[in-house]
């Protein structure tokens, strides 16, 4: 499940041929889903129009050869709940929500939240968990509760970095016989293999953009109970991931990555996100060199 970049022309306008080549390249190489106006799309930098423009874009590119999972986040309640009336409208399959993060709010607040979001849309939706977003962890609790409450939650994507909690949202949300049952999808993909490893139902993962190829190989040989070499693909995947820690600028490193991989986008973020550093480019590129490179569909 790849979540698509919002390519910006030199005057941080939308580059919709950008979003063409970006949607097209992902569905040709086979990826599952596609998952734009996530925070690899920058929806915080899109108003609620734009985003709507990037889904029905991405809607029309994708053509049925990949749903289209989208972004309707916003720190506003009645925000969110516009832009899920907007994504639905735009033709998307499903939506992608992350819970208000500016302020502080109860259990009951968060369940508000979500009931409101989805009583203005027919569409499923994911829930994102985003501790780096939100400066605090979701507990399992209070997931289990939006979902008991909340029945178009159908999924969670957890971009957890604790790993037994990861595991323990499987056990609680995924595999109960007694309540309705999620599906609990990794969200943190330098955690991938470990993610998989412990029962994630799949990986939500932005390297696909440029390289979908290792991530689908991981997830096949997960599948098919070959750890050995889902840990291989793994470590090789792990030199880009630690690069990307390091630049602080995930969204930067994977445009940069799509150019350097031939894939026609310009590299510019919107501010206050900046591009990479000259410097930073030139250790990208040797970084790139290690990563097995996706072979382009025809």
Known sequence: MVTSVTPFKSDFSIDEEGIRKNVRFLVDNGIDVVTPCGSIGEWSSLTSEELG?????SVDEANGGAPVLAGASSTSTVEAAKRARLVEEAGADGLLVTPPFYMKY???GLVRHFKTVASNTSLPIVLYNAPDFLGFE???PDLAKVVEEVESVVAIKDATTDMLEFA???????????????RVILGNEPYCYHGLVAGSYGTFNSV???APLPMQQMYEA???GDLAEARKIYLKLTEYFAFRR??????????????KS?????????PPLSQLSTSEIAELEIVLEHLQQPKIRA
């Open 53 to 57: 423009r990037v889904v029905a874009v």
């Open 106 to 108: 109860t259990l009951d």
């Open 138 to 140: 979701l507990t399992t």
């Open 168 to 182: 323990n949202r499987i056990r609680v949300l995924q595999m109960s016989e007694e309540k309705r049952n999620v």
């Open 208 to 210: 696909g953009n440029f």
């Open 222 to 224: 997960v599948q098919e």
């Open 246 to 259: 390091r630049t602080k600028n995930p969204i930067g490193v994977v445009k940069q990555s799509m150019i």
């Open 262 to 270: 031939g894939i026609g986008i310009e590299p510019f973020v919107r």
